[in-house]
């Protein structure tokens, strides 16, 4: 490999990142509120073979203050399943789901989710792909969801709804959406980069890496 490509890295600008479109959630949204939801809907989410994770949790503004996770985000690459543990806890067959080393599941920063998440319960996250790491081997070097989506897509996620009450008695349309495409956007990020989609070199946000300082 030529020292030319090694310097090569793929990043997109803040100026970029907000001239885009904004992406829209089109897929199905299940907001799981009971038991007997959570059950049907790991039943479904059992026949796919990857699933996208994130969570959601509200916003603390006083210092030394934190609240627990408020919302479970589980998709496939169609439908997101909204589970709000704020008011079911976490139901044993969606702990199975998450323990399980046979079924493959997407995130992002996902330390920050289980160390959230082990706040409360026990659990042993399994089969987890972190995004932030798998896409440095297609030389992108930007850790946020929106700069990677933004790069492979052309599509900017709104963050708009991310500071909002995630423990509100009802969840918004917006906020739905929100959190919904956030879990599959992480599905959409592997399936394209997995599927040889992705050419880091023949990219528009390939730029020449910062010379590194003696």
């Known amino acids: 490999m030529s020292q030319e490509v090694t310097e090569k890295i793929v990043t997109?600008?803040?100026?970029?990142?907000?001239?885009?479109?904004?992406?829209?959630?089109?897929?199905?949204?299940?907001?799981?509120?009971?038991?007997?939801?959570?059950k049907k809907a790991i039943e479904?989410?059992?026949?796919?073979?990857?699933?996208?994770?994130?969570?959601?949790?509200?916003p603390s503004f006083k210092r030394g203050q934190t609240n627990n996770v408020a919302l479970l985000q589980l998709s496939s690459d169609?439908?997101?399943?909204?589970?709000?543990?704020?008011?079911?806890?976490?139901?044993?067959?969606?702990?199975?789901?998450?323990?399980?080393?046979?079924?493959?599941?997407?995130?992002?920063?996902?330390?920050?989710?289980?160390?959230?998440?082990?706040?409360?319960?026990?659990?042993?996250?399994?089969?987890?792909?972190?995004?932030?790491?798998?896409?440095?081997?297609?030389?992108?070097i930007d850790n946020s969801l929106a700069k990677i989506y933004a790069i492979l897509f052309d599509e900017r996620i709104s963050k708009g709804q991310r500071l909002t009450n995630w423990e509100a008695d009802?969840?918004?349309?917006?906020?739905q959406a929100y959190a919904a495409l956030d879990a599959i956007a992480c599905v959409r990020i592997y399936n394209y980069l997995s599927g040889n989609k992705f050419n880091p070199l023949t990219s528009k946000y390939l730029h020449d890496a910062p010379e590194k300082e003696d």
């Open 12 to 38: 997109i600008t803040k100026e970029e990142l907000t001239s885009l479109p904004v992406a829209t959630f089109t897929g199905k949204i299940t907001l799981v509120d009971s038991e007997e939801t959570a």
């Open 44 to 58: 479904t989410l059992r026949k796919e073979k990857i699933i996208g994770f994130d969570t959601e949790t509200k």
């Open 78 to 140: 169609t439908e997101s399943y909204l589970f709000r543990l704020n008011h079911i806890g976490l139901p044993e067959c969606v702990k199975n789901l998450l323990e399980d080393d046979n079924l493959l599941k997407i995130g992002l920063s996902i330390h920050d989710d289980f160390h959230n998440l082990h706040r409360l319960y026990q659990l042993e996250p399994q089969a987890f792909i972190d995004l932030q790491n798998y896409v440095k081997q297609f030389r992108i």
């Open 170 to 175: 009802t969840l918004t349309v917006n906020q």
